[in-house]
């Protein structure tokens, strides 16, 4: 096994896909190893919180891209980035309720000593990692600015 988890759960739906010729699935998850591939190759190292931070901006393209294809009536597209959309959200944890990402916002300003916006880099530098595919950065940002503001 190797020190990537998350890569190795990949691997294992792709060879899963494969023997189940599902090609849509097969192909997103390729499309992920890929991604994966390429910045284990140009950091020369990859770990699980690495890999979800990119299974996560992945997300996040895909999520961008139905917005736009559905403002622009392109509900063929937009089913496509749908379904890539669903099997990544396969591979990330489990997602933080609104109530738990609030607590980790009041933890980290409580063990911070954050008062203000310009403290607002050290909470969320506190929050990223635990929240990390997870919960979207912007809700959180949102919260920060709220709790801080």
């Given at each position: 096994m190797s020190d990537c988890i998350v890569r190795d759960q990949l691997t294992e739906a792709m060879k899963e896909a494969m023997r189940n010729r599902d090609k849509s699935r097969l192909g997103t998850i390729r499309l992920a190893l890929a991604e994966l591939k390429r910045i284990e190759i140009d950091e020369k190292s990859l770990d699980d919180q690495r890999a979800l931070a990119v299974l996560d901006k992945m997300v996040k393209q895909r999520r961008d891209a139905i917005e736009q294809f559905e403002s622009a009536g392109r509900t063929d597209l937009a089913d496509q980035e749908?379904?890539?959309?669903?099997?990544?959200?396969?591979?990330?944890?489990?997602?933080?309720?609104?109530?738990?990402?609030?607590?980790?916002?009041?933890?980290?300003?409580?063990?911070?000593?954050?008062?203000?916006?310009?403290?607002?880099?050290?909470?969320?530098?506190?929050?990223?990692?635990?929240?990390?595919?997870?919960?979207?950065?912007?809700?959180?940002?949102?919260?920060?600015?709220?709790?801080?503001?």
């Open positions: 749908k379904l890539e959309l669903n099997v990544l959200a396969d591979f990330l944890p489990t997602p933080l309720s609104e109530s738990e990402i609030t607590e980790l916002v009041d933890l980290a300003i409580t063990s911070t000593g954050a008062s203000s916006m310009a403290d607002m880099g050290k909470v969320m530098g506190i929050v990223k990692p635990q929240a990390q595919g997870r919960a979207d950065m912007s809700s959180i940002s949102k919260i920060v600015k709220s709790r801080l503001g």
